[in-house]
C-alpha cells in the first residue's frame, strides 16, 4: 500500500518559515504531479502549489505566490513545500496528493498555524 506522509506543520509567528514534506515510501514521484492543497479551519479545501514529476513544472495558486516554493527531490522520494513570509491566512492543514491517470493517493495532513 502506497503511502504518503506529511511533517513539518508546527505553530509560526507572523512573517516565519516552514518547510513541508511530503514523503512517499517505495514511492516514485516523477510519475506523478503532486499538489499540495490546505484546509482552512471551518472552509473547504483549496488548492496551492503543484508541480508535475516529468519536468518539474510548478505553479501556484494566486495566494502565495512568491511566498511558497513546491520541489521534488526524487532520491529521498520526498516533494517540500517551503513557505516563507507566513500570514495568519495560512493557517490550516496541508495535505499532499500525488496522482497520475491510474492512481491518485494523499497523505494524512500537517497543522500549520501562523499567529498575529
Known amino acids: 500500500q502506497v503511502q504518503l506522509v506529511e511533517s513539518g506543520g508546527g505553530l509560526v509567528q507572523s512573517g516565519g518559515s516552514l518547510r513541508l514534506s511530503c514523503t512517499g515510501s517505495?514511492?516514485?514521484?516523477?510519475?506523478?504531479?503532486v499538489k499540495w492543497h490546505r484546509q482552512p479551519p471551518g472552509k473547504g479545501r483549496e488548492w496551492v502549489a503543484v508541480?508535475?514529476?516529468?519536468?518539474?513544472?510548478?505553479n501556484y495558486a494566486d495566494s502565495v505566490k512568491g511566498r511558497f516554493t513546491i520541489s521534488m527531490d526524487n532520491a529521498k522520494r520526498t516533494v517540500y513545500l517551503e513557505m516563507n513570509s507566513l500570514k495568519p491566512e495560512d493557517t490550516a492543514v496541508y495535505l499532499c496528493?500525488?496522482?497520475?491517470?491510474?492512481?491518485?493517493?494523499w497523505g494524512q495532513g500537517t497543522q500549520v498555524t501562523v499567529s498575529s
Open positions: 496528493n500525488a496522482y497520475n491517470l491510474s492512481s491518485s493517493h
Open positions: 517505495e514511492f516514485t514521484f516523477s510519475r506523478y504531479i
Open positions: 508541480i508535475t514529476g516529468t519536468r518539474g513544472t510548478t
